[in-house]
């Protein structure tokens, strides 16, 4: 066969190849996020299950912390908490299906006010932990002896799902400053999908969290 015959065949490859990269490379992005977020499964499995060992060694100490749940603002302040996080997921889709839609306006503004959720879920946390440790309930020591070892199995899981809520409002910022420049399209938005299975993840752990932690 001819150089000639096979010009327009390594041409039209070429071609082909040009045109699937994109969507070849928002699958792999997509997939290292999943692989990524297994990491983070095992991770929160061990802090998890390391409380409930706890839980079950050291039932009335948990009880003790739940009581203290009673007073103001306690176990209002964590429950507004989750609906404000909840919210944020919510808001993620919103954004999600603007840009699906080719309205980037509509992005940005639903990203903001995901990361603006976040930011508060923080500070009401900032909030939480600054009460429990007039409470005597800090991670490595206890004014009174009833919380010993209790502080490091509850501050574990429950900070470093905050780190990562901090992590994902860095995030919503910097999808955000990719929207602002042009870099999101309705056909052009794996940036947005992944950031959006980051979250969800943060928000599913924190329903576990939650349901362990402060209501069972």
Known sequence: MSEASLQPQVEHH???GHHHDPAARAENLKFATWLYLASEVVIFSVLIATYVVFRLHSPEVVEHFHEGLNEWPGIWLVSINTFILL???????????????????????????????????????????SELSHKGITLYYNTDGTFTDFGMRFYAPTAFHGAHVIVGILWALFVVFNARRGNYSADNYAGVEVFGLYWHFVDVVWIVLFTLIYLV
């Open 87 to 129: 919210s944020s997921s919510w808001a993620m889709v919103m954004g999600l299906r603007q840009i699906q839609r080719g309205n980037r306006q509509g992005l940005i503004r639903w990203i903001s006010l995901t990361a603006l959720m976040g930011a508060l879920f923080v500070l009401f946390q900032y909030v939480e932990y």
């Open 14 to 16: 070429a071609a082909d």
